[in-house]
């Protein structure tokens, strides 16, 4: 680990990505910037003209459509550049002016929901039987009005959009004072050395085997957090009253439920989420008591959560290496799959290093007609290679999506969003399993397969249960100060984690440096996600070609089913509890199979 974070210009830049695919020349860019604007106008002419024939309807439609393709290559390109230098003032203007263009065509075109909505059944067929071109639109039109009784009239839905920035600004804050503002100390490790911490590097310094380290970077960076705890918890209850203002508006009887429906989910799968993860908390406290027994300590702090459980045994994984081996785990999705992950890699897809003032962690993103992009900090860990496949999935899925279908209705939803990233990891596991070469190094993957279960299952679960109890805190009227919030962080952190971890009390600040508490309700969606890719990576290795082609046709189905059903297209239903109770079944042999392991390490 270097002691000086790059500056970007000083990335190599076969590194980076080429944003150049989406705009060769910046002019490019200002000028449909202002198309943006132009095209929303046009179709603010046609309020109050929607019932007046199917072809009005159509046009009007046409020219959402272009104006989707123009926000989608505008935001993409602004924040994809943002996202690279936070502190970047220019591209931070982009940005700035992307979403207020973005905000106004919202508020411009807000009426066509609310006119969609009152036209009768019997007009919607007449305007179908003699407008053949309405057909591509048909899935949209049925989505709008499935969400019929939370709809508003076209001046409330104006309204309601001219307040979609501001609802923003609570995410936007965070983002600014985490990646471009907040400093963190050096710390010492056991030898004396300093090492700079950062958003970025404070997982791989809990994930050394110096535990004088560890134990030096949790408490410099969680101190650090907790300095800013008013601050946090400000930024925080912002954007839970958004929330509630929203689904008030909306008529919905929680934040929860329209965060939930507005992607086709009942709430009941959340619900039995919750129902199996208590039911197998059992399993989450094997899981702390082997890994307290393995790393040999007298007491498990949390600092002891991210270092691997095999003390003798490291792995360094160069980007190179986690290139080559990606291809050879996910080679039984087939030739056409590992083609294109070929080509990310050939034609800078990926912007691979940490660097100063970029953003932490990874995602993929990119552009409708241009093609995916992703975000890493790669950092050479074992963790980074299950990160480079996990947002190789998601580029994949938008891949497949994006060619079968049109941009109205390739956007998958968030539910289904994590399945085809666990999918590859699940792949990537069984792959560096098999081909271990010592049982010290079956015994690492079989710690990061464990690893990936606490993280996803149960950790995102507990995450999911701080925001449904701080949402609901705040409906029922309770304050969010930082002290509420900490006390319900800790109280959490010790159910899950049981009584072999000794929950430090600087552990209660965590909250406050989730990103995805700024999500509205994503996080229990990676937990039912990892569940399903368990079960549809089980069925790939199983029955091959006849599975992979179930899969695939999953992944190019966008937004054409509500999530639940195209789930069951990959052979998974989640209207049950039964892919999570068989996931976290399959996390008891992987306990198992690491006791058995101990005698031998």
Known sequence: MQNRLPRREEVSQDLTWRLEDIYEDEAKWEEELGQIGEVA??????????????????????????????IDRVYGYAHMREDQDTGNSKYQAFQQRAMASLAGASEKTAFINPEILLLSEEKLSEYYEKVPDLAPYKRMIKEIRRLKDHMLDSEKEQLLASAQELQGASQKTFGMLVNADLKFPSVKDSRGEEVQLSNGRFVPTQMSKDRALRKASFEAFYGRYEEFKNTWAAMY???????????????????????????????????????????NMDKMHRYVSLRKKLLGVDELHMYDVYVAMIPKFDMTVSYEQAKEISLKALKPLGE????????????????????????????????????????????????????????????????YSNKAQSIIDAGYKIFVAEVASTTNEVLLYHYMKDHAESVQEKAYIINHFLESFKSTMFRQTMFEEFERKTCEMAENGSPLTAEALYDVYLGLN????????????????????????????????????????????????????????????????????????????????????????????????????????????
């Open 237 to 279: 209850d912002g954007e839970v009253k958004g929330r509630i203002f929203e689904s008030k508006a909306r008529k919905y009887k929680s934040a929860f439920e329209a965060a939930v429906d507005r992607n086709n989910v009942s709430p009941q799968v959340c619900d039995n989420l919750f129902a199996s993860i208590h039911d």
């Open 494 to 601: 010790r159910q899950y984690f049981g009584e072999d971890m000794i929950s430090d009390p600087l552990i209660g600040w965590e909250w406050s440096r989730i990103p995805h508490f700024y999500y509205n309700f994503y996080v229990y969606q990676y937990a039912t996600s990892f569940a399903a890719s368990v079960a549809i990576a089980d069925r790939i290795l199983r029955e091959g070609e006849s599975a992979v082609k179930k899969y695939k046709e999953f992944l190019a189905s966008g937004c054409t089913q509500d999530p639940v059903s195209l789930l069951k297209i990959a052979g998974v239903d989640l209207t049950t509890r039964e892919p999570i109770d068989s996931a976290l079944a399959v996390f008891g042999e992987a306990i198992s199979e690491m006791e058995n392991l101990a005698g031998e390490l």
């Open 336 to 399: 056409d799959y590992l083609e294109i992950v070929k080509t990310a890699y050939d034609n800078r897809w990926i912007d691979v290093l940490e660097n100063e003032g970029k953003r932490g962690g990874a995602y993929s993103g990119g552009v409708y007609d241009v093609h995916p992009y992703m975000l890493l900090n790669y950092n050479d860990t074992l963790d980074d290679v299950f990160t480079l496949v996990h947002e190789m999935g998601h580029s994949m899925h938008t891949w």
């Open 41 to 70: 106008d046009k179709m603010a002419a046609y309020a109050g003209k929607l019932s007046e024939s199917g072809e009005t309807l159509l046009e009007l439609l046409k020219l959402d459509e272009k104006l989707e393709l123009l």
